[in-house]
Structure formats: C-alpha cells, structure tokens
T-cell receptor, first 114, second 112 residues
Framework: NAGVMQNPRHLVRRRGQEARLRCSPMKGHSHVYWYRQLPEEGLKFMVYLQKENIIDESGMPKERFSAEFPKEGPSILRIQQVVRGDSAAYFC????????????FGPGTRLLVL | GNSVTQMEGPVTLSEEAFLTINCTYTATGYPSLFWYVQYPGEGLQLLLKATKADDKGSNKGFEATYRKETTSFHLEKGSVQVSDSAVYFCALSAPTGNQFYFGTGTSLTVIP
C-alpha cells in the first residue's frame, strides 16, 4: 500500500512565477490536508479538503494561494506570483473517513524561491 | 485556543542514554496527542499516539503517556541509538475540526 505521494520533491522558482505542488493521498483516503513548514519551525495548517470540496481553509494566506482536490487526480496546491517568503517545505497529509484523527504525511515538496 | 509547546533543542545524547523530550499542550476539551518523527530530507512519520487520558502510546522503544492533569505528553526512550537521530514533533488533534497543531520540533542527535 503506497503512502502519500508528493511531487515534485524539490521545486525552484523565480519571484513572480507560479508553483504547483501535487499530492496523491494514500489509497482509500478521501481527506487531504496541506501544511507549511518554515525553516526551524513546526508545521502550520493551511487547508483541509475532501474530494471536490474545501472544508477548512483557515490557514491559507488570503492572496496568491489556492488548493483543489478534484474528483479525479491528485490534490493541487497552487501558489501564484511566488515571493522569497514562500520558500518552505510543503507537506500533504491524508486520512481515511473512518479515522480522521490520524493523518499520514507525504515526503514534502521543498520550494525555493530565488 | 489549541497549541503545543515542546522542549527546545537541539538535544545531543550518547548511545544508550535515556531520552526525554517534554511536550505540553493547551486545548479545549479532550484532544488526541501524537508524536511524529522526521528524518533528514523526509516527511513526518507517525511514531505513536494516544487518544484519551492515561493512555500510553508506544512504538520502537519510545513511549508517551497522556497526562490530562499536567496537560503533558512527554516522549521517553530508555536507550537511544544512533539511528534515532531525527527531529521529533509533538502534535495534537482537537476534538472538533481536523487540523493538527504542531510543536516547533526537537532535534535529537545521538553520538556513538
């Protein structure tokens, strides 16, 4: 049973470009969460999605950031017009409907904005 | 609100030493508590969890007991190995909502 998959593992962008981060949850999991880890800090919640629905986006910056989890395919975290402060590790986690209180994390995407 | 406070690192121990990493929390109601471990360049792996007061989570020689009276979930291991070198995160999941709240992490280095 494959774990949570994220790609790319490393992403380099110049200021003003767009970053797209992908997450495929564990098989059978329909709940996806995105977290951001700034250097030397813990993970901070960004958004919680189910298939085709955003359930909680209270941790998402109001501008430039968006997330989706379509009926088919991976969840996407999109960052438009990236700035240096967006440089961080972005982690995706998933959980099954019957076990929402345990989340399983992917390896993360490390975004570097030049 | 919900929050987790972890012992500041970094922590350096000799192999076979006893490990304690302190974690205290603030939460409304009865949260579930977790320890995750992050090896260099990797994602977080669930190490152990406890879902109610006085529960003890254990895995790979690590233990933590959910203490509601002291709002703590300290991580312990009796004899650490070099392979335990990693960053350890304490986290809670509130009774309502689905987001996790993480501590800032404690870096552990075990030297031979």
């Amino acid at each position: 049973n494959a774990g949570v998959m994220q790609n790319p593992r490393h992403l380099v962008r110049r200021r003003g470009q767009e970053a797209r981060l992908r997450c495929s949850p564990m098989k059978g999991h329909s709940h996806v969460y995105w977290y951001r880890q700034l250097p030397e800090e813990g993970l901070k919640f960004m958004v919680y999605l189910q298939k085709e629905n955003i359930i909680d986006e209270s941790g998402m910056p109001k501008e430039r950031f968006s997330a989706e989890f379509p009926k088919e395919g991976p969840s996407i975290l999109r960052i438009q017009q990236v700035v240096r402060g967006d440089s961080a590790a972005y982690f995706c986690a998933s959980s099954p409907s019957w076990g929402l209180k345990t989340q399983y994390f992917g390896p993360g995407t490390r975004l570097l904005v030049l | 609100g919900n929050s987790v406070t972890q012992m500041e690192g970094p922590v350096t121990l000799s192999e076979e030493a006893f490990l304690t990493i302190n974690c205290t929390y603030t939460a409304t109601g009865y949260p579930s508590l977790f320890w995750y471990v992050q090896y260099p360049g990797e994602g977080l792996q669930l190490l152990l969890k406890a879902t109610k007061a006085d529960d003890k989570g254990s895995n790979k020689g690590f233990e933590a007991t959910y203490r509601k009276e002291t709002t703590s979930f300290h991580l312990e291991k009796g004899s650490v190995q070099v392979s335990d070198s990693a960053v350890y995160f304490c986290a809670l999941s509130a009774p309502t909502g689905n987001q996790f709240y993480f501590g800032t992490g404690t870096s552990l280095t075990v030297i031979p």
